[in-house]
Structure formats: structure tokens, C-alpha cells
């Protein structure tokens, strides 16, 4: 005749059985908050990446010809800078049309706007006015860019800077960039200027 209940073997058995599940319970669960982090970082990064390419893309699509004077009321030499933002010089400044003014403020619809790369950070600044104005807030675009190379496409070639003169706009802007997480990236973004071919 049995006795009811288990034995120490079975109760040792099932207790051994119950930890390999609970391990590879919470191993699964740990693989799955790390895929989770991974890619929402992910997420993040292209989120950023788009928001930055939105932003470029509506600046030098509503680029203007017009020059430009500087917080010390020097006339800035050309309508629209661009190269590789080496020492003071930015990458790019322009002036940008369709600044929305919702408010009906006693100002121009036109507004200066200016990127230049701090480390590894993309920032965007604008003056409150065209002329005479410091520089406002840095709007910051992306802080995970690695490199970033900007050229200029002009009648039939690219050029590495822009001096296009007071009246010239280029007719393309490429941007390469390498974005952490993501590699190398390439945009191609047309301006008002000429037209291609």
C-alpha cells in the first residue's frame, strides 16, 4: 500500500524542473527588453534622422537671394554660404522664405537660418531679424552625427564650399552623413535656384 503524498526524489525532481522553466523564463523576458531597448533606440534614431531631413529639406526649398547683415551691420558677402563649417563659418546660411507669422507680428516673412556642426551635434539657428540680429537659440537636429561632408551642385558639376556671389543660389544640395546606429546616409535636396541640366 502507497502512502499519499511525495516523495523527497519527486518534490526534488519537480523543484529542478521548475527552476530550469523559471531560468529560461527570465532569460527570454531579458532577450525581449533588450530587443525592445535596441529598437526603440532605433526608432528614435530614424525618428530624428526624418525630423532633420524635414527640416532641411523645407529650409533649402524656400531658400531666397537675399544678402544679409550681420549683429555688427556688415553686409554678409554672398545670399547663401555654405562648406565645410571650419572655425566660425557655418555649414550653411541663408535666407529661407514662408516663415509663418500666425500672430500677424510686424515682421518680415523672410528669415536667416543657419547650421553648423557643434561635436557631433547638428544645430540650427535663426535671428529674430534679417538684418542686424544675434543669432537665437540652437535648435539641436541630431547629436549622433559622425561625419558629415556637404556639396554643392551649380550648372554642371558639384563644388565642396558654395560661393555663389550676392546673387547665386546652388541648384542642389547633396548632405553625406554617417549617423550612429545607422551608417551612411545621402540626401539630395533642390533648391530654387537654376534648374538642373
Known amino acids: 500500500m502507497k502512502a499519499n503524498g511525495f516523495t523527497l526524489v519527486e518534490v526534488m525532481?519537480?523543484?529542478?524542473?521548475?527552476?530550469?522553466?523559471?531560468?529560461?523564463?527570465?532569460?527570454?523576458?531579458?532577450?525581449?527588453?533588450?530587443?525592445?531597448?535596441?529598437?526603440?533606440?532605433?526608432?528614435?534614431?530614424?525618428?530624428?534622422?526624418?525630423?532633420?531631413?524635414?527640416?532641411?529639406?523645407?529650409?533649402?526649398?524656400?531658400?531666397?537671394?537675399?544678402?544679409?547683415?550681420?549683429?555688427?551691420?556688415?553686409?554678409?558677402?554672398?545670399?547663401?554660404?555654405?562648406?565645410?563649417?571650419?572655425?566660425?563659418?557655418?555649414?550653411?546660411?541663408?535666407?529661407?522664405?514662408?516663415?509663418e507669422n500666425p500672430d500677424g507680428a510686424p515682421r518680415a516673412s523672410m528669415q536667416y537660418v543657419e547650421y553648423r556642426?557643434?561635436?557631433?551635434?547638428?544645430?540650427?539657428?535663426?535671428?529674430?531679424?534679417?538684418?542686424?540680429?544675434?543669432?537665437?537659440?540652437?535648435?539641436?537636429?541630431s547629436d549622433h552625427i559622425e561625419a558629415l561632408h556637404l556639396a554643392f551642385f551649380y550648372g554642371d558639376q558639384w563644388r565642396d564650399t558654395w560661393s555663389g556671389g550676392p546673387e547665386l543660389l546652388p541648384q542642389a544640395v547633396r548632405l553625406d552623413l554617417e549617423i550612429q546606429g545607422m551608417g551612411p546616409v545621402t540626401q539630395l535636396f533642390l533648391t530654387p535656384g537654376r534648374g538642373l541640366g
Open 117 to 141: 556642426l557643434e561635436g557631433r551635434r547638428l544645430e540650427r539657428r535663426v535671428r529674430s531679424a534679417l538684418d542686424g540680429a544675434a543669432l537665437g537659440e540652437a535648435q539641436v537636429l
Open 13 to 99: 525532481v519537480a523543484l529542478l524542473i521548475f527552476g530550469v522553466i523559471a531560468v529560461a523564463g527570465v532569460t527570454v523576458m531579458r532577450s525581449t527588453i533588450d530587443s525592445q531597448t535596441i529598437v526603440r533606440a532605433q526608432i528614435d534614431r530614424v525618428g530624428e534622422f526624418q525630423r532633420l531631413r524635414a527640416v532641411l529639406k523645407a529650409d533649402l526649398g524656400q531658400a531666397a537671394v537675399r544678402r544679409t547683415r550681420s549683429e555688427a551691420g556688415q553686409a554678409l558677402p554672398a545670399a547663401f554660404i555654405g562648406g565645410e563649417g571650419l572655425g566660425s563659418a557655418p555649414l550653411l546660411g541663408m535666407v529661407r522664405r514662408g516663415w
